[in-house]
């Protein structure tokens, strides 16, 4: 038998409130540089033009995620949201790249910050916009299971880290006078966001390839699992589980007594699958009845599933 999770959530209104923020912190970092002349500060806005980029194909993303399956997507659509994170990490690192290209430009050419403490002020301002957006963002990922949103707050919170790091690095510039300095801050910048770059990809890539679920959502279900087993009478096995967006696909053998009724093994599956999404958001479980005593039974149970305890 196989259950269906509940129709896919829109929640790209917490994307288009990502885009409003990002264009909000484009107009302040940029107008920052303007004032500075600090190629820290427009390395800052920069990286916000990333965001405003990977917002708007957030909220495309979510709104393909956010329809139902049907005959051609019959599992839905809510990989689609991995796409979005993986480019937001790919586009980090054209970010990155274009940075320390303009950063290489000033060690070779130098030119001098200016109206500094207005520049941090306005910065500082942009900051606080991505915080807040942040908060909101990463808590509706944790809730929805959005990798999207979830890849959207990471980016924003290292925007964060980034313009500290640029403000502090413009403040020494105006203590020392060194102009080298300012450039060179802009370098440690971009290798910043380039680690997270690669994060957000390598997460992105594993959603992709049908990960499992986390070791403490599996332990779940094998406790739901066990605390149904019976020795000789029934027994599981064959678990697997996946991951695919925000939704938890659970697939298991569920071995029972050989004169059951059709009825009995199915309603016995159901009360299964009940107290399995009860415990997981967003599961959709299958699960294959068979009898305990057949030897049929135990020869489609290759190696990579998940052990349960019979």
């Given at each position: 038998?196989?259950?269906?999770?509940?129709?896919?959530?829109?929640?790209?209104?917490?994307?288009?409130?990502?885009?409003?923020?990002?264009?909000?912190?484009?107009?302040?970092?940029?107008?920052?540089?303007?004032?500075?002349?600090?190629?820290?500060?427009?390395?800052?806005?920069?990286e916000s033009v990333v965001n405003l980029v990977a917002a708007i194909v957030a909220?495309?993303?979510?709104?393909?995620?956010?329809?139902?399956?049907?005959?051609?997507?019959?599992?839905?659509?809510?990989?689609?949201?991995?796409?979005?994170?993986?480019?937001?990490?790919?586009?980090?690192?054209?970010?990155?790249?274009?940075?320390?290209?303009?950063?290489?430009?000033?060690?070779?050419?130098?030119?001098?910050?200016?109206?500094?403490?207005?520049?941090?002020?306005?910065?500082?301002?942009?900051?606080?916009?991505?915080?807040?957006?942040?908060?909101?963002?990463?808590?509706?990922?944790?809730?929805?299971?959005?990798?999207?949103?979830?890849?959207?707050?990471?980016?924003?919170?290292?925007?964060?880290?980034?313009?500290?790091?640029?403000?502090?690095?413009?403040?020494?510039?105006?203590?020392?006078?060194?102009?080298?300095?300012?450039?060179?801050?802009?370098?440690?910048?971009?290798?910043?966001?380039?680690?997270?770059?690669?994060?957000?990809?390598?997460?992105a890539l594993a959603g992709l390839m049908d990960v499992a679920l986390p070791d403490?959502?599996?332990?779940?279900?094998?406790?739901?699992?066990?605390?149904?087993?019976?020795?000789?009478?029934?027994?599981?096995?064959?678990?697997?589980?996946?991951?695919?967006?925000?939704?938890?696909?659970?697939?298991?053998?569920?071995?029972?007594?050989?004169?059951?009724?059709?009825?009995?093994?199915?309603?016995?599956?159901?009360?299964?699958?009940?107290?399995?999404?009860?415990?997981?958001?967003?599961?959709?479980?299958?699960?294959h009845v068979e009898p305990i005593n057949d030897p049929e039974s135990y020869k489609?149970?290759?190696?990579?599933?998940?052990?349960?305890?019979?």
């Amino acid at each position: 038998m196989h259950s269906s999770s509940r129709s896919p959530r829109n929640i790209s209104t917490y994307a288009w409130l990502s885009v409003v923020a990002a264009i909000a912190t484009i107009a302040l970092k940029y107008t920052a540089y303007e004032i500075t002349g600090s190629v820290s500060l427009l390395s800052d806005a920069m990286e916000s033009v990333v965001n405003l980029v990977a917002a708007i194909v957030a909220v495309i993303s979510l709104k393909l995620a956010a329809q139902p399956a049907n005959a051609r997507y019959t599992f839905g659509r809510a990989k689609a949201e991995y796409f979005s994170a993986a480019l937001e990490g790919a586009m980090i690192f054209g970010a990155a790249a274009l940075i320390i290209f303009s950063a290489i430009g000033r060690i070779l050419h130098p030119a001098p910050v200016e109206s500094i403490g207005l520049g941090i002020l306005v910065s500082l301002v942009a900051g606080l916009i991505n915080l807040a957006t942040g908060l909101v963002l990463f808590r509706a990922g944790r809730r929805y299971h959005s990798p999207s949103l979830t890849a959207d707050a990471h980016h924003l919170f290292t925007d964060i880290v980034t313009s500290l790091g640029v403000i502090i690095g413009v403040g020494l510039v105006a203590l020392t006078h060194w102009v080298y300095l300012d450039p060179i801050v802009a370098i440690i910048v971009a290798l910043n966001i380039i680690y997270v770059g690669i994060g957000l990809m390598r997460d992105a890539l594993a959603g992709l390839m049908d990960v499992a679920l986390p070791d403490s959502e599996n332990q779940t279900i094998v406790a739901i699992l066990a605390a149904h087993s019976h020795p000789r009478m029934i027994a599981f096995h064959g678990l697997q589980t996946r991951v695919s967006g925000h939704q938890r696909f659970i697939k298991f053998d569920a071995l029972v007594p050989d004169s059951w009724t059709v009825k009995k093994g199915h309603d016995f599956a159901e009360m299964l699958v009940t107290q399995i999404k009860e415990a997981l958001d967003d599961a959709v479980v299958t699960v294959h009845v068979e009898p305990i005593n057949d030897p049929e039974s135990y020869k489609d149970i290759p190696q990579g599933f998940i052990p349960l305890e019979d």
